[in-house]
């Protein structure tokens, strides 16, 4: 394999990129967004990698969840708090059903970029380039704000800082210490059709804690202190390879955006840029897998795939993300469980169920059914099974906020019901009642049962 370094991806062909009509503004906001400091460590994403690694084993379980995009406007305080109050109430549901340690993770402070499938957007004659994200250009149909301006990339490096300051100031400050769980209640959460389920989750958690406590006569505050960590898909490459740095006293290099990033599915190509630039950064890293890799192909892909980014079987460096959706699911993902079982490595596999599950109401509204995300989890649980393997976690879209983007769930939202809080620019959430219900659906089939084990 060729040398690698953190431009090394520049002479590969690249996808999804935007094409910035000043390369020397380009050149010159890489540079400066390259003097800045980093916004995580290598210590907190080794500490990550380890965690992934016990989960990629059965010991731990993943949550990743948040928006498909964020956007800069929505960098707000009640946003990003009820952010966190979603992924903490959905993790406690999950340690409570699987009797394992959940791992947070956001789609957060940095999920900026988005692939277009169209690279410019036409409306009566009039043709612009697509909205890559906030991170790029604006979404308004309107020629200078189409523009990819490269400055915008210190914008995001900013709304990400912002993000990440606060979240660490909550957690830091006890906002998610599991004694004091209604801190983390949402407003609305009386007014749920499954509140009475998990008020009694957090009394029955709440009361294990008193118990250990009182038997052991110490508090259990370790144990009660919880660690978020943040994700993003690593898109747009001069952001991601700006902040990619040599960190003193550990080998190799760090992409110091995120501990966590991904490749989506429309940039895995094993020869092409994404892929090349993930090969040398030390991070635990995810790839999507979706149905356009026939399960024919799969095998020659796994194979090459485990020698260009997993050649050390590193624990918890490699997480797959299989997002096939509901109908397709069982055609699929015993290829994948089976191919990387003959490559010998071990991965996290991760179900997004959400991505191979859109769909377009008659009205034209991109959105998913409640039942068919669940569907395609809850096949997933039991193939894994089948298959002697684990699924060791779940990829959600979701928001900790009121809106009406997906069908179904505990009441009922009808495709008429979209139009009432419709707000995702990109792909449609799980609103706030849609996803802890979802955890609830899927915590006790994810139990391991002791005799299982
Ligand atoms: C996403 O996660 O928002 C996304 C675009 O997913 P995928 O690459 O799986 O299509
Ligand atoms: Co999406």
């Known amino acids: 394999m060729s040398e690698w370094t953190s431009a090394s991806w520049q002479s590969r062909p690249v996808?999804?990129?935007?094409?910035?009509?000043?390369?020397?503004?380009?050149?010159?906001?890489?540079?400066?967004?390259?003097?800045?400091?980093?916004?995580?460590?290598?210590?907190?994403?080794?500490?990550?990698?380890?965690?992934?690694?016990?989960?990629?084993?059965g010991s731990r379980f993943l949550l990743q969840g948040g928006d498909c995009a964020e956007s800069f406007a929505e960098c707000t305080s009640s946003v990003i708090i009820n952010k966190l109050k979603i992924l903490l109430q959905m993790s406690l549901v999950l340690v409570h059903g699987t009797h394992r340690r959940v791992i947070r993770v956001g789609r957060f402070a940095g999920q900026y970029a988005k692939p277009r499938s169209e690279s410019t957007e036409t409306r009566d004659g009039v043709e612009l380039t697509s909205y890559?994200?906030?991170?790029?250009?604006?979404?308004?149909?309107?020629?200078?704000?189409?523009?990819?301006?490269?400055w915008r990339m210190l914008r995001g490096y900013e709304r990400s800082a912002l993000t990440l300051n606060f979240i660490r100031s909550l957690i830091d400050g006890g906002f998610a210490d599991l004694h004091h769980p209604e801190?983390?209640?949402?407003?609305?959460?009386?007014?749920?059709?499954?509140?009475?389920?998990?008020?009694?989750?957090?009394?029955?958690?709440?009361?294990?804690?008193?118990?250990?406590?009182?038997?052991?006569?110490?508090?259990?505050?370790?144990?009660?202190?919880?660690?978020?960590?943040?994700?993003?898909?690593?898109?747009?490459?001069?952001?991601?390879?700006?902040?990619?740095?040599?960190?003193?006293?550990?080998?190799?290099?760090?992409?110091?955006?995120?501990?966590?990033?991904?490749?989506?599915?429309?940039?895995?190509?094993?020869?092409?840029?994404?892929?090349?630039?993930?090969?040398?950064?030390?991070?635990?890293i995810a790839i999507k897998m979706g149905p356009s890799l026939e399960p024919a192909a799969m095998q020659p892909f796994l194979n090459r795939?485990?020698?260009?980014?997993?050649?050390?079987?590193?624990?918890?460096?490699?997480?797959?993300?299989?997002?096939?959706?509901?109908?397709?699911?069982?055609?699929?993902?015993?290829?994948?469980?089976?191919?990387?079982?003959?490559?010998?490595?071990?991965?996290?596999?991760?179900?997004?169920?959400?991505?191979?599950n859109t769909r377009k109401t008659e009205a034209g509204i991109k959105t998913r059914r409640f039942d068919d995300i669940l569907r395609e989890l809850e096949q997933a649980i039991e193939i894994h099974k089948a298959c002697g393997s684990t699924l060791g976690g779940v990829h959600f879209e979701l928001t900790g906020e009121n809106v009406t983007e997906c069908t179904g769930g505990a009441r009922g939202l009808t495709d008429e019901d979209l139009k009432d809080g419709y707000r995702s620019l990109v792909d449609p959430r799980l609103n706030y009642e849609q996803a802890l219900e979802m955890a609830m659906l899927i915590a006790r089939r994810l139990s391991i049962k002791p005799e299982q084990t």
């Not at 980093?38 to 380890?50: F, R």
């Not at 890559?132 to 490269?150: H, K, L, M, Q, S």
Request: proline content about 7%; glycine content about 6%; some cysteine.
């Open 15 to 57: 996808r999804h990129q935007p094409e910035y009509p000043d390369a020397a503004a380009l050149a010159e906001a890489a540079g400066e967004l390259a003097s800045f400091p980093p916004l995580v460590t290598s210590w907190e994403i080794e500490a990550l990698k380890q965690q992934l690694g016990e989960a990629a084993t």
């Open 132 to 150: 890559y994200g906030d991170i790029v250009n604006r979404p308004d149909f309107e020629a200078r704000g189409r523009t990819p301006d490269p």
């Open 183 to 284: 801190y983390w209640e949402l407003d609305f959460v009386q007014h749920s059709p499954r509140a009475a389920e998990f008020h009694a989750i957090v009394e029955s958690i709440g009361e294990s804690l008193r118990f250990m406590e009182t038997l052991s006569g110490i508090s259990v505050a370790d144990i009660s202190r919880v660690d978020f960590y943040t994700s993003h898909e690593g898109l747009l490459l001069p952001y991601e390879a700006a902040l990619t740095r040599e960190v003193p006293r550990r080998r190799g290099w760090y992409n110091l955006s995120t501990h966590f990033p991904w490749i989506g599915m429309r940039t895995a190509s094993l020869d092409e840029a994404h892929v090349e630039f993930f090969r040398g950064i030390r991070n635990p």
């Open 305 to 356: 795939l485990m020698d260009t980014l997993h050649p050390d079987d590193e624990p918890g460096r490699l997480t797959l993300i299989h997002r096939y959706g509901a109908d397709e699911v069982a055609e699929f993902l015993p290829a994948l469980i089976d191919g990387v079982k003959a490559t010998g490595r071990t991965v996290l596999f991760v179900c997004d169920p959400m991505h191979g």
